[in-house]
């Protein structure tokens, strides 16, 4: 166990939960208790019998997100189950809240049928805002998503899709001011085509950055393979639009840019040498495809990785609390492309051109004012 480990355990069995709620109005008098409770509660549940939309203003369900997993893809750990899976829907809850302000609650459910776990969510949506699904395993995760989609009447986003994708696709704007490189000229080679690497593709490609080529454990990935599910199957309609073939060094030679979603150590620095002065993003945790120093060494013009201890953090705690904090304030029924374009240029726009280096072209995790730009950016997109 390494030192942040331990640290980390020693947090939890002080904290026993690192998250809790708390009441918004104390009671302390009979007429607190009247007002929050019975009698007088019965008329706003009146008022929302009669018209459903006051949902919004008369309960917290206007600012509540539920943070769901069927713990089958936590974090680097895989299928752990649900009740593994609970401190890191508690730490997303926690970053809800201190980035953007939007209150969020964790549910595990237990279960690895799509139809019950559809069904579950589906149940209980009418309690939320919005539906934050997290850590579900590919492909199950790519018809989670669209059904839910179909039933539900508010935001339902799968945030180790989009939300990669957006700061991958932000990331990737500034990059291309650093170096020089041309929107629309690039191409961009993503290692990785589970859930992350299917949405990033998807993104870029709609946002026009250039040929997107995929790669999985089989090589370059081409329309008409067989053996793909169904996000691969869709993300082959839209990307390697000279049908190339090959392995992953294949693909990266003359490449722009690499997107790395998959696992550590799959990428040289020869194979960044062969690149047209590459921007490199491996963003596999802990252990990235390839570390920053090999890849500058491989000649990389812009590197950036998951890690906090590496310059560039592609972080998606700079997008879900912002894109939810918007999406709540516009009351949206759901998050679509535009939105998430919205939420990239604004992520993008934080670090300003005149402060673009090779080693800042993303604004810093920690940095607590992105949410409120990013919900802005989503907000009016929304709306209009």
């Known amino acids: 166990m390494d030192d942040t480990s331990r640290r980390s355990l020693e947090l939890h069995e002080q904290l026993h939960g690192k998250i809790e709620v708390i ?40 600012n509540m997100v539920a943070v ?13 189950g649900p009740a593994a899976g609970m401190p890191v829907m508690e730490g997303k809850c926690a970053l809800f809240k201190e980035f953007g302000d939007v209150d969020a609650f964790p549910l595990c459910i237990d279960t690895h049928d799509v139809d019950e776990f559809v069904r579950t969510v589906y149940l209980i949506s009418k309690s939320f805002g919005g ?10 995760c790519f018809e989670i998503e669209r059904r839910l989609k179909e039933l539900c009447d508010i935001p339902v986003f799968h945030d180790d899709q989009h939300g990669t994708a957006i700061v991958v696709a932000a990331a990737m704007i500034n990059a291309l001011k650093v170096t020089g490189k041309r929107m629309g000229q690039v191409k961009i080679v993503i290692n990785g085509a589970g859930a992350a690497g299917c949405a990033i593709g998807a993104l870029l ?17 081409c329309e008409g393979d067989e053996g793909l599910n169904s ?18 060094a294949d693909a990266l030679r003359g490449a722009d840019a690499f997107v790395g979603v998959s696992r550590p150590g799959l990428v040289t620095a020869e194979m960044v040498a062969s690149m047209n002065e590459g921007i490199v993003f491996p ?35 700079l997008v879900f609390p912002g894109i939810f904090k918007g999406a709540l304030a516009a009351r949206a029924r759901e998050i679509n492309e535009a939105m998430e374009v919205a939420a990239a240029q604004a ?32 907000a009016d997109r929304a709306r209009g």
């Open 231 to 248: 996000g691969q199957e869709a993300i082959s309609h839209v990307t390697n639009a000279d049908h190339e073939r090959g392995t992953l």
């Open 68 to 80: 769901i997993t069927d713990g089958t893809a936590i974090l680097g750990l895989g299928d752990i």
């Open 131 to 140: 539906i934050n699904l997290e850590d579900i395993a590919a492909p199950r």
């Open 23 to 62: 009441s918004r109005r104390h009671v302390e008098t009979r007429d607190d208790l009247s007002l929050l409770y019975t009698p007088g509660v019965a008329e706003p549940c009146r008022q929302i019998q009669a018209d459903y939309s006051k949902s919004w203003d008369l309960t917290r369900r206007g």
């Open 205 to 221: 490609a709609h946002m026009g950055f250039g040929n997107v080529v995929m790669c999985d454990v089989n090589g370059i990935v």
């Open 283 to 317: 963003m596999a945790n802990p252990t990235p495809e390839i570390m920053p120093d090999e890849a500058l060494r491989g000649g990389a013009a812009v590197v950036g990785t998951g890690r906090s201890d590496f310059p560039n953090q592609i972080n998606n705690v």
């Open 347 to 378: 992520l993008a726009s934080l670090v300003p051109d005149n402060q673009l280096s090779a080693r800042n072209i993303i604004p810093s995790a920690l940095d607590k004012s992105v949410a409120d730009v990013v919900a802005r950016a989503v």
